[in-house]
T-cell receptor, first 109, second 116 residues
């Protein structure tokens, strides 16, 4: 079966750095996505990785290792507004998105 | 950037009635739109893929006669929940893929459906 694993919940302090991990087992791989979802709202796109390595975009970076079936989202200089759920999703061989359940990130002052 | 507008954002309906949810791409043509359902603290579940001018492709376990999808134009897809029941209460989200791009980056605002 296809599976995306990510921690259910994480807590971090304002101004700090947090890394949210995602491991996946899917039938084929055509890219990995990270989305941010605030409560009661739809997801918003953060990043897309299809090749191994680190993609940096401002305070957010995303890393991918295809051989390990592993990705992480790194958030720096955390702000209170970063409190949200972070969803990892993988596009499989049929180009269908397989979604993780999301990691709820709680930022404390 | 591309904008997807979903309407209504919230709806409360009586059991047995039907509810229509609209998903519009405002500044681009979306040949493919996706309909998701999300339960509290759960992952997004793809319900169906909507292709303009053809029948929607439903995921296994999704009743196509209950969740009617119409994609009549390149900018509009609709999801109708027919004969709604309380167990249909959920958060429904549409997304659109811009032609030629690999990212499914554009989501509607979501619709919170409550069936009483």
């Amino acid at each position: 079966g296809q599976n995306i694993d990510q921690p259910t919940e994480m807590t971090a302090t304002e101004g700090a750095i947090v890394q949210i991990n995602c491991t996946y087992q899917t039938s084929g791989f055509n890219g990995l996505f990270w989305y941010q979802q605030h409560a009661g709202e739809a997801p918003t796109f953060l990043s897309y990785n299809v090749l191994d390595g680190l993609e940096e975009k401002g305070r957010f970076s995303s890393f991918l290792s295809r051989s390990k079936g592993y990705s992480y989202l790194l958030l720096k200089e955390l702000q209170m507004k970063d409190s949200a759920s972070y969803l990892c999703a993988v596009k499989d061989s049929n180009y269908q998105l397989i979604w993780g359940a999301g990691t709820k990130l709680i930022i404390k002052p | 950037g591309a904008v997807v507008s979903q309407h209504p954002s919230r709806v409360i309906c009586k059991s047995g009635t039907s509810v229509k949810i609209e998903c519009r791409s405002l500044d681009f043509q979306a040949t493919t739109m996706f309909w998701y359902r999300q339960f509290p603290k759960k992952s997004l579940m793809l319900m169906a893929t909507s292709n303009e001018g053809s029948k929607a492709t439903y995921e296994q376990g999704v009743e196509k006669d209950k969740f009617l999808i119409n994609h009549a134009s390149l900018t509009l897809s609709t999801l109708t929940v027919t004969s709604a029941h309380p167990e249909d209460s959920s958060f429904y989200i549409c997304s659109a893929r811009v032609g030629g791009q690999v990212t499914e980056a554009f989501f509607g605002q979501g619709t919170r459906l409550t069936v009483v």
